[in-house]
């Protein structure tokens, strides 16, 4: 039997990274995916093959309607999917790739096979059982389907299909209102579908500062998308390359709707299908999350479990960190993931990015605060750029000016908001923020300008 220091099952950000990480410390490392593409779902199905989409009908679109501004005409513009989707499927392999090198590199041994639990210490991959001292779960999440249909990834898709449509459907029902389905939907929007959002509730991506989404939702609006809010997806029949359902609406009435495909994006849920625990003593709760301590331990110690499998927001940075923790647990003794700090980035036009408290949590809090913000349309580089939506607000602690929360919606907010994490982990004040140096012009000037503001000296007209 095959030993080693670390069995990491599952090679998602959370796995490959945390494998990585572990070799580079000394660790005999070995990393079980079921899969033949290294990645996980971010990789694969999910993060990277998205944002591929996204900048392509981004461009798109822009071709359409902007770049006539610059002096930029067309006689004709034509999409060509197959190549859009080429394109996608080729920076996911070159990705995948690079984890392939990575791995040897760092010599780590990769087993391409369904990984379980047969012991504490014991992994079973096909016939075999390989040994470790330590176990790291990672396997990641799955989508959540509705109880009365189910996934053919061709009319009734999860996130996974809607991302390899081969034509662009005229009409595409998105269910569930967070950041999933507004991403995709906004993709087959700018290549020509027309999308209608339907949300159980009464606001989207409900974790995000009011402020925030509300000027979100207006824009989308504004770009065509359409939504019904309190509305209950009751029925989904497909039938001749359609697909007919039936929702119930605000005042309790069902109506019916037709669309070519429907996007089921109302969450995801831990993946633990044949992992084997229990076999190790081990159970999920009732969130099906697997539960661990503050150093990412299951009830048997020397078996960890970390991102999407536990609690907490289901971000790919979110479990890289943790990966690294544990690793760094094992072979030092101690690990911290600073979770004040993780940002969450939606990448629609415009983006939305936040870092820290919003405002209604600080009020909840009875927290007293400060609060500055600055508009796009006053920064000259979003000008120069054509892209002036949005804002910055920064949110800083009234007494020791502390930056408690930033929230950005404008162009380029998920890189933005890198400073504001900076800034946060080192227990930056506003006035810091304001003082720092920042090349003018540039979009980042906006975060300068709303810490400014929080001292009520922003230089806007």
């Not at 507004?182 to 209608?196: A, D, F, M, Q």
Request: with cysteine.
């Amino acid at each position: 039997m095959e030993e080693f220091d670390l069995i990491v099952i599952g090679s998602g950000p959370a796995g490959y990274v945390a494998a990585i990480r572990a070799s580079q410390l000394g660790l005999k490392t070995a990393v079980v995916e079921k899969d033949k593409s290294l990645g996980g779902t971010c990789l694969n199905v999910g993060c990277i093959p998205s944002k591929a989409l996204l900048e392509s009908s981004e461009h798109y679109e822009m071709a359409q309607n902007s770049f006539k501004q610059h002096g930029l005409n067309f006689k004709s513009l034509e999409l060509d999917l197959t190549q859009m989707q080429l394109r996608k499927q080729k920076i996911v392999s070159d990705l995948t790739s690079g984890i392939q090198f990575l791995f040897k590199k760092n010599k780590i041994k990769f087993f391409q096979a369904w990984g379980s639990l047969r012991s504490p210490h014991e992994v079973q991959i096909n016939q075999e059982l390989i040994k470790g001292k330590f176990i790291l779960l990672a396997t990641g999440s799955s989508p959540v389907e509705l109880p009365f249909t189910t996934f053919d990834e061709n009319l009734v898709v999860s996130s996974t299909g809607a991302l390899s449509f081969k034509e662009v459907p005229k009409k595409l029902v998105v269910v569930g209102g967070g950041y999933i389905g507004l991403e995709i939907g906004s993709i087959w929007r700018r290549l020509g579908s027309e999308v209608t959002v339907l949300e159980a509730g009464d606001q989207i991506c409900s974790s995000m500062d009011r402020e925030l989404r509300e000027k979100f939702l207006f824009l989308l609006k504004k770009q065509g998308m359409k939504f019904h809010f309190n509305a209950k997806l009751k029925q989904v029949e497909t039938k001749e390359n359609q697909v007919k359902l039936k929702f119930e609406d605000k005042k309790r009435q069902l109506q019916s709707f037709d669309c070519d495909k429907i996007l089921i994006a109302i969450g995801r849920k831990a993946f633990t299908k044949n992992l084997g625990l229990e076999h190790a003593n081990l159970k999920t709760n009732s969130l099906g999350q697997v539960e661990v301590d503050s150093h990412f331990r299951t009830k048997q110690k020397n078996i960890f479990a970390v991102g999407d499998l536990i609690a907490g927001p289901m971000l790919a940075h979110k479990a890289e960190e943790e990966g690294v923790a544990v690793a760094e647990f094992i072979a030092k003794g101690s690990c911290h993931v600073n979770y004040n700090t993780i940002p969450s980035i939606i990448y629609t036009w415009p983006e939305l990015a936040s870092v820290g408290q919003t405002e209604e949590q600080l009020i909840d809090k009875k927290r007293d605060y400060k609060r500055g913000s600055f508009p796009f349309i006053a920064n000259g580089r979003a000008k120069a750029l054509g892209y002036t939506e949005g804002f910055v607000k920064v949110l800083a602690d009234k007494k020791t000016d502390r930056i408690l929360g930033v929230h950005i919606i404008g162009p380029r907010a998920g890189d933005l908001i890198a400073e504001a994490v900076v800034a946060m982990e080192f227990h930056a004040s506003s006035e810091d923020l304001a003082r720092s140096f920042h090349a003018h012009p540039t979009l980042s000037e906006t975060l300068r300008e709303a810490s400014l503001d929080v001292h009520k000296r922003a230089r806007q007209f």
